[in-house]
């Protein structure tokens, strides 16, 4: 669980950099265990200077290997628990492949809507999580970089050149270098979200 969560924090990390160097003047809130947000999946508020506030859905990704993408559907295959893709109320999802230096910039319900029809295309994969004594089982569809960047406007990527470093002010230092929105290497699906499994949120059918 050490390692989940450590690959979580340092995606979160990675987020919160992209966002304030993307909107100098921005302000990002950290939400992730405010209950008024764990069931909307929210993990970050991005309060940018013209006073919008956008939500962020983080995912971190351990095993950058492979060019795809963990979408998770299931997360609590034990407790029958919709996964955050499902019912996530965030603008973006942040999607961090640490292994390889990545970070994928997705407009989450544009994202969403697009793989909903063709669910049944894509392989699911089993992810177990031990949590002291319990063990849980989070289900997720494997999905190509390549697949999500040509099927949805507004993909983007950032190379990763080092760690973020923690700064007084809410903010968090890293060189982010942009890249031409190309897919980078993905993986197989051992990603961290940036919290536990939940067992709140609407049921959601029809996936696949």
């Not at 063709?118 to 949590?131: G, P, S």
């Amino acid at each position: 669980m050490r390692g989940v969560q450590g690959a979580a924090d340092r995606a979160v990390q990675h987020a919160r950099a992209w966002l304030l160097e993307t909107e100098p003047g921005s302000r990002v809130h950290d939400v992730q265990l405010d209950p008024r947000f764990q069931h909307r999946g929210v993990d970050l508020l991005w309060e940018l200077p013209t006073g919008e506030v956008r939500g962020i859905e983080v995912k971190g990704d351990r095993n950058a290997t492979r060019r795809r993408y963990f979408f998770e559907l299931v997360s609590n295959l034990e407790k029958d628990t919709p996964g955050c893709f499902l019912y996530s109320g965030a603008d973006l999802m942040v999607y961090v492949f640490l292994t390889q230096g990545e970070l994928h910039v997705l407009p989450l319900p544009q994202v969403r809507e697009w793989f909903i029809p063709r669910a049944k295309e894509y392989a699911l994969k089993h992810a177990f999580t031990q949590t002291g004594a319990i063990r849980y089982t989070t289900v997720g569809a494997v999905v190509p970089v390549r697949d999500v960047a040509e099927g949805v406007p507004g993909v983007s990527a950032v190379k990763l050149k080092r760690a973020p470093t923690a700064m007084p002010g809410n903010t968090v230092a890293g060189a982010l270098t942009p890249e031409a929105g190309a897919p980078a290497p993905s993986a197989p699906p051992d990603t961290a979200s940036a919290r536990a499994p939940r067992s709140r949120g609407p049921k959601r059918t029809g996936t696949g």
